[in-house]
C-alpha cells in the first residue's frame, strides 16, 4: 500500500509515514479518539520510534512541544496505539479510534507541564477530527480510560478542563473532595457492586463482582487522573463518586445513577 503524501487533517504540516498500521476490522470506522503522551524525553525519539517497524507501535498523529503536528498513519487504517484495551464493550480500540501522541516525558519525566502551543494544537486537530467523523465529545478519551492498570496517559496533569471547553472531551467540574464514606481495596457488598455499575455504565471495561478488587482499584485511578485529578490514590471518596454519578447525568444518554455516599 502506498503512504499519502497529503495529511487527511489540515492541521498537520506532513506526512511523516510509519509501516506499523493495518486493516480496521469488521467493518469498523473511527468513533473514538484517544490521546497520548510519549512518556519518554526526546520528542524526535519517540517519534522514530513509533515509525521503527521493530517497535509494532504507532498512532495517526504526532504533536511536538512547539505544536507541530504531523501524520504518521492514513486515518482509515488501524494504527497500533492502544494495545490490551475496552471502552463500553469494545475491545478492539484500535479498530474503533483515531490516536494522537502527545510529545511529553509523562510520570517518568515528572510530569511537568504541557506547553500552551501544543494544547492548542492538540485541540485544533481533535475538533478537526471529531467534525470529520462525528466523533461525540465524550468519546475523546485517555489511554489510561481504556486500559486501566496498564497506562497512565495522558496523565493527570493532562488540561482536560481547557479541552472541554473547547468542545474536545467530556467533563465536569469534579466535586470537591471531603471527608466521608468511602470504599477501597477488601470492601465487597451492594455498594461495591452498585459503584461498578456505574463505572460500566459510564464505558469503563470493569466487571460487576461487588468485591472492590484490584481491577476495581485500576478504574478508579484511571477515572481520577482524567476526571478528579487533585487526588488520585484509587480509593473512591465522596468525591470521586459524585463526580461520577454528575458525569453519567451530563451525558446525553445516561442519568444519573442511586449510589450515596454519607
Given amino acids: 500500500m502506498s503512504e499519502r503524501l497529503t495529511p ?3 492541521v498537520a504540516t506532513k506526512v511523516f509515514p510509519s509501516p506499523n498500521h493495518g486493516e480496521r476490522r469488521d467493518g469498523c470506522v473511527p ?5 497520548h503522551y510519549t512518556g519518554m524525553p526526546d520528542s524526535g525519539e519517540a517519534l522514530q520510534w513509533l515509525c521503527n517497524p521493530i517497535s509494532q507501535v504507532s498512532a495517526h498523529y504526532f504533536v511536538f512541544e512547539d505544536g507541530r503536528v504531523l501524520q504518521l498513519v492514513p486515518e ?3 494504527a497500533w496505539h492502544a494495545g490490551v484495551s475496552a471502552w463500553d464493550g469494545d475491545r478492539d480500540i484500535n479498530s474503533r479510534s483515531i490516536g494522537i501522541e502527545i510529545a511529553h516525558p509523562g510520570h517518568p519525566g515528572g510530569l ?3 506547553p500552551d502551543a501544543q494544547i492548542e494544537a492538540v485541540i485544533v486537530l481533535c475538533r478537526d477530527i471529531m467534525e470529520r467523523w462525528r466523533i461525540p465529545p465524550q468519546r475523546v478519551l485517555a489511554h489510561s ?4 492498570g496498564r497506562k497512565q496517559d495522558p496523565g493527570e496533569g493532562f488540561p482536560w478542563q481547557r479541552l472541554s471547553e473547547a468542545g474536545v472531551g467530556h467533563w465536569i467540574p469534579p466535586a470537591p473532595i471531603r471527608d466521608g464514606r468511602f470504599f477501597s481495596r ?3 457488598g451492594m455498594p461495591v457492586e452498585a459503584l461498578q455499575a456505574m463505572f460500566a455504565m459510564y464505558g469503563y471495561g470493569l466487571r460487576i463482582t461487588g468485591v472492590f478488587d484490584e481491577d476495581t482499584e485500576n478504574v478508579v485511578t484511571a477515572f481520577q487522573r482524567h476526571f478528579r485529578p487533585a487526588r488520585v490514590d484509587g480509593v473512591a471518596d465522596a468525591s470521586t463518586i459524585t463526580t461520577l454519578r454528575d458525569l453519567i447525568a451530563a451525558r446525553s444518554r445516561g442519568g444519573a445513577a442511586g449510589l450515596t455516599v454519607a
Fill in 186 to 188: 477488601g470492601d465487597q
Fill in 31 to 35: 468513533d473514538i479518539l484517544l490521546l
Fill in 112 to 114: 511537568p507541564p504541557f
Fill in 76 to 78: 482509515i487504517r488501524r
Fill in 145 to 148: 480510560d481504556v486500559a486501566p
Fill in 8 to 10: 487527511d487533517s489540515p
